[in-house]
């Protein structure tokens, strides 16, 4: 171990001593510092904030996956340049040296993010303190309470549509409605019968109402604290307008907590937030909530609305499990264990390729982890449903490429599943079991997987030849 921090201390040396890794650090120190003066948003605090810390993060994210691979360029200097000499005819393994490079690297990493973090978290309560509210109540309010804090997202659970399904089945059964199907297969003719009466649940018509309960809302119940409801509407027959009126309620009577009455306007197509205190939430920790499809407001006529409330659109109940400051550790976390994995892809290449090679390599599987969602996705938009490889030249195409890109992210991992930046803008948590899986994914196997390979190819190399 003494070994392998030696070359680690080296490595820091050299990294420090880099111009690259100067013009990195200022070019991060610009943005962080840079931008509380020149990003506003939509101009209110709650905007700025959140623009700041996107561009921020968003920006040290990528800047520091660059400078990662820079730095490899010191295993390929000391090939080069001979100076790997003096450490083979050490009693040093050549393991050794390939991790200690790996972890001077992923140190200096740490040390800047460190930095950029404490930054970033000053730099938001200075905006939070010098950036003028365009209303001084509710934009603080909002500030404080949905997003500067780490917040739990609640989804509402849904009826039992299975025995009404069950009951229909059984009715078509009865009177001979599948008889002429040859292929027809009850679990599907039951779960589209179960979709069907889901379908008709979330469409609320004028008049009626729709009742949400949530389960296990583990806030504190003060009532000087508040709970959110967010959610998105689709609104057919809506108003000239466009906004449409309703009223929700929120609290159980029969569980001893208050009832509050909220009458909303708001605008079609636009997700929304509801403010409510947190006592309505039982002390079993459930939280009961009405919809009411009709318009509060008494001196406004009413409007036969048609609203949808999708399934890809869930209605939310948001409450606070921990502070800005944690949520804004545990996301750095995420982006440590990337970049060690990035670090680990860079040792890799260089202790394979001359630096420029190595550089396109890692620079390329960079590419490739950040935007496989992307490509996988538009791989299966470009195949035709259930068509068969062999259909169409164009299929076989589209279909190999799918099959070439799957086998690469065996190996290459998703790092969209690991971008928390925009939960933490919104202020949602970014969990310890999320920080934990890209730990045990990132940098225990599949980093452990790179470096191994990495070892395994520079003991294979001669390092008495000169690469240039």
């Known amino acids: 171990m003494g070994r392998i921090w030696a070359v680690a201390r080296q490595m820091i040396a050299e990294g420090i001593r880099m111009k690259i890794a100067l013009v990195f650090v200022v070019l991060i120190a610009m943005v962080v510092l840079g931008l509380p003066f020149s990003v506003t948003g939509d101009s209110s605090l709650t905007g700025a904030v959140q623009s700041f810390m996107s561009y921020g993060l968003a920006t040290t994210g990528v800047l520091l996956g660059m400078l990662t691979i820079f730095m490899s360029r010191s295993v390929s200097d000391e090939l080069v340049g001979r100076q790997i000499f003096l450490l083979v005819t050490k009693p040093i393994p050549r393991w050794e040296y390939v991790v200690g490079k790996w972890l001077g690297i992923t140190l200096l990493n740490a040390a800047f993010l460190t930095c950029a973090g404490l930054t970033i978290y000053g730099m938001v309560h200075y905006i939070k303190r010098t950036h003028p509210p365009i209303d001084e109540q509710f934009d603080a309010a909002e500030l404080n309470n949905e997003i500067l804090v780490a917040r739990h997202a609640g989804k509402a659970g849904l009826p039992n549509f299975m025995e009404d399904a069950e009951l229909e089945f059984q009715k078509n ?243 969209g599943r690991y971008d928390a930046v925009e939960d933490l803008v919104n202020g949602r948590n970014v969990s310890l079991v999320w920080v934990l899986q890209a730990v045990t994914e990132l940098a225990l196997l599949k980093t452990v997987i790179i470096l191994g390979l990495a070892i395994l190819f520079f003991y294979r190399r001669e390092v008495a030849e000169v690469s240039v």
């Open 173 to 415: 059964l009865e009177e001979g409605l599948y008889a002429d199907q040859p292929k027809f297969d009850p679990r599907e003719e039951k779960k589209r019968l179960t979709q069907k009466y889901e379908a008709r649940w979330r469409v609320v018509g004028p008049g009626d109402g729709r009742v949400f309960e949530f389960e296990n809302i583990l806030c504190d119940r003060s009532p000087d604290n508040t709970i959110q409801l967010r959610y998105k509407a689709d609104v057919s027959q809506y108003p000239p307008d466009e906004i449409y009126r309703a009223a929700w309620q929120f609290g159980d009577a029969y569980k001893g907590t208050p009832t509050y009455q909220v009458p909303t306007r708001h605008m079609q197509g636009r997700y929304h937030t509801i403010r409510v205190p947190a006592d309505a939430v039982a002390p079993d920790h459930t939280l009961l909530v009405r919809f009411y499809n009709y318009n509060p407001y008494q001196d406004e006529a009413p409007w036969p609305n048609v609203i949808e409330f999708r399934a890809s659109e869930p209605v939310e109940v948001l409450f606070t499990v921990g502070s800005f400051g944690g949520n804004l550790f545990r996301l750095l976390l995420l982006m440590l264990c990337k970049l060690m994995f990035l670090a680990g892809v860079a040792m890799l290449a260089v202790t394979v390729f001359s630096f420029p090679v190595a550089c396109l390599t890692a620079f390329t599987v960079y590419v490739l982890a950040g935007s496989r969602g992307f490509i996988i996705d538009s791989l299966d938009l470009a195949s035709v449903d259930k068509a068969n490889m062999f259909s169409s030249l164009r299929e076989f195409a589209v279909q190999s490429i799918l099959l070439v890109f799957r086998g690469i992210y065996w190996v290459v991992p998703d790092f």
